[in-house]
């Protein structure tokens, strides 16, 4: 049986983060080779040390020196969860000033299938700016996994949920390719 492939699991400054192993250990299940990365935020809030473990390697929030050797495979899928404010604006505007958001604009430029779980707090989800930025990531081939009518509390979905959709999403480019 073939296997999904490389999946980059990119975690933002949100306390879901915390919990990330949890994706990590699901996405294994289903066969992936996950790789964590993190925005500088991000990685206070998940545990490094744990993930590492997990995954066999190293978590990455930072861009590399050019003299480093390259320490990722090409990835066939990635998740963004959970995706702040900052981290998705930033991605549709192309500012790259981050490891992550850097990542994110080459994967998307490489057809990659990507799914987004923004998780944010109601005034910033109001945000003229936040809903254009949704729109333009759909725009570009994001799956954007998102209710703003959920309550604060229930607006992250659950880890299985985020795998559900990660199949569908992965899924769809694996049948066209």
Known sequence: METPGVLYVVACAAPAAADLARLVVLAQADGWQVHVV??????????????????????????????????????????????????????????????????????????????????????????????????TLRQMGVRVLFDPAAPSHARMPSWEQVMRELRSVAGKQNSQG
């Open 38 to 135: 993190t925005t500088p935020m991000g990685a206070r809030f998940v545990d490094a040390e744990e993930l590492e473990r997990l995954t066999g390697d190293q978590v990455r929030s930072a861009y590399r020196m050019p003299d480093e050797p390259k320490g990722l495979p090409a990835a066939d899928a990635v998740v963004v969860a959970p995706a702040t404010f900052n981290t998705i604006n930033k991605w549709a505007g192309g500012i790259a000033d981050t490891f992550a958001v850097g990542l994110l604009c080459e994967t998307m430029g490489f057809g990659t299938p990507i799914l987004a779980v923004p998780l944010l707090k109601d005034a910033l989800a109001r945000r003229l700016a936040f809903g254009r930025s949704l729109d």
